[in-house]
Nanobody, 126 residues
Framework: QVQLVESGGGLVQAGGSLRLSCAAS????????MGWFRQAPGKEREFVAR????????YYADSVKGRFTISRDNAKNTVYLQMHSLKPEDTAVYYC???????????????????WGQGPQVTVSS
């Protein structure tokens, strides 16, 4: 089992920045690729970003590319999502997720992830 606890959500004005953190406990964090997803009201959960277990490979949804950065610190068992130039359409509940499959590549489907955090709310006002 892997437990994921996110922090850092909140309310921000359009154009602002936020950083989400996701602390993992349980099994060896460095064995897991990590992802961030988000879900807006009335919409399906969608892929935002993914980082490989080593941190050497990252993938982004087109809608956030150039504005969001995913990173990880394996010594701290934590993955981050730095968000800049936020837009009202970024408003959603954000979830971190762990993929223990050891498979490489983009892997952006929710079923490809084994463990999920509780999801902090991010609200971007216009």
């Amino acid at each position: 089992q892997v437990q994921l606890v996110e922090s850092g959500g909140g309310l921000v004005q359009a154009g602002g920045s936020l950083r989400l953190s996701c602390a993992a406990s349980g099994r060896t964090f460095s064995n897991y690729a990590m992802g961030w997803f988000r879900q807006a009201p009335g919409k399906e959960r969608e892929f935002v970003a993914r980082i490989s277990w080593s941190g050497s490979n990252t993938y982004y949804a087109d809608s956030v590319k150039g504005r969001f950065t995913i990173s990880r610190d394996n010594a701290k068992n934590t993955v981050y999502l730095q968000m800049h130039s936020l837009k009202p359409e970024d408003t959603a509940v954000y979830y971190c997720a762990a993929d223990g499959s050891l498979r490489l590549g983009r892997r952006q489907a929710t079923y490809e992830y084994d463990y999920w955090g509780q999801g902090p709310q991010v609200t971007v006002s216009s």
